[in-house]
């Protein structure tokens, strides 16, 4: 794998970078903005980048130019958007997000931003270029989203906008990232051309409770998670409550051969609620980023909560509202029988 130098361009056409040698051709966004829901009409151009919630939510739109260049379409690989920042609240993803909307840098706002554009290929239909979870946290770095390559070729020889978002419940999850106007720190875009063996995982089958009381041990329990990619791999699992926006449980990386399968185990406490789990499988890139092959979302039921509240409910009645209930459902029940029976005469 070649390594990126971030060295500004002193020629060609404006937002690129000089051409790396062998393998990579690197460009630079010719445009981005950052839009916030607190401040919905205004334009943050030149405000660098958040994406995520703190507070509020924050989105950014960057764009490439995939016109000139002197490679063919054919030639290109794999792709990855490279972003300069740090995580300032943390468990967090970025997503890049497909719009063929146009807009504009210096009027863009969170009230005119364009939607998310879902495109249909032969081996998809989403919306959804690629994500990744692993942002730097300690201090400023580079972190990569690996791109689905159908979206390069839906847009080669034209602009690629993509749309920069995180988790946006309840609960803080964010990171900033240097804008254009940082030079040698800008988004980039990164196509790589040389064909390389490379891993891909796929949760096969996995068994989850339904339902469980306040306090029992939940378990996950991943008979079957491959590496469906031509080379190897490292992988690892985690269990994230989508309400709260925190890690459950993860297991350590582990290694797959390509074609190979194993099996793990999450576990984790039933809190006093409904539980939405998202079960997710991560790869490590070649460049040291953090890819999200497979996602699995569930909900395991409150059972107690589910009883208690028939059981409310059923105690605030009336002595009347009762009978009736238990009349109506007996007069069901045999009006039911008596129909069932009427059918079965000759």
């Known amino acids: 794998m070649v390594i990126i130098k971030n060295i500004p361009s002193q020629e060609g056409r404006e937002g690129s970078l000089a051409l790396p040698p062998l393998a990579t051709r690197t460009l630079t966004a010719y445009k981005d903005c950052w839009v916030n829901s607190n401040k919905p009409d205004i334009n943050r151009n030149k405000d660098g980048i958040g994406i995520g919630r703190l507070f509020y939510l924050n989105r950014a739109l960057v764009g490439f130019d995939l016109d000139g260049l002197d490679i063919n379409e054919e030639d290109v690989k794999s792709a990855e958007i490279r972003l300069y920042g740090k995580a300032l609240r943390t468990p ?9 909307t146009s807009w504009g840098e210096t009027t863009i706002t969170w009230n005119n931003q364009p939607p998310p554009t879902t495109y249909h290929w032969d081996g998809g239909n989403t919306s959804l270029m690629g994500s990744t979870t692993n942002v730097p946290s300690a201090a400023e770095g580079w972190f990569s989203i690996p791109i689905e390559i159908a979206f390069i070729k839906n847009r080669w020889g034209r602009k690629l906008w993509a749309i920069l978002k995180g988790y946006e419940g309840a609960s803080d999850s964010y990171c900033y990232t240097e804008d254009r106007e940082a030079g040698a720190y800008a988004p980039q875009l990164v196509l790589y051309t040389e064909a390389v063996g ?15 009381t306040p306090g029992d041990t939940v378990t996950i329990w991943v008979q079957n998670v491959q590496n469906i990619g031509t080379g190897s791999g490292s992988f690892r699992l985690r269990l994230i409550d989508k309400d ?17 399968s194993t099996s793990k185990t999450l576990t984790g406490t039933m809190p006093d609620k409904d539980w939405n789990l998202t079960l997710i499988l991560e790869r490590t890139l070649p460049t040291g980023a953090v890819a999200v092959d497979d996602e699995k979302k569930f909900t ?16 605030s009645l009336a002595w009347w509202q009762k009978a009736l209930i238990v009349t109506g459902s007996t007069g069901g029940l045999i009006g039911g029988a008596s129909l069932w029976n009427k059918r079965k005469a000759p």
């Open 244 to 260: 709260e926006n925190v890690e459950v449980d993860s297991t350590s990386w582990f290694t797959l051969a390509a074609g190979a």
């Open 198 to 212: 490379e891993a891909k995982g796929f949760i096969v089958v996995y068994t989850r409770p339904n339902s469980a």
């Open 300 to 315: 395991a039921i409150n059972i107690v909560n589910w009883w208690d509240a028939i059981r409310a409910g059923w105690n």
């Open 92 to 100: 967090l993803i970025v997503e890049a997000h497909y719009t063929h």
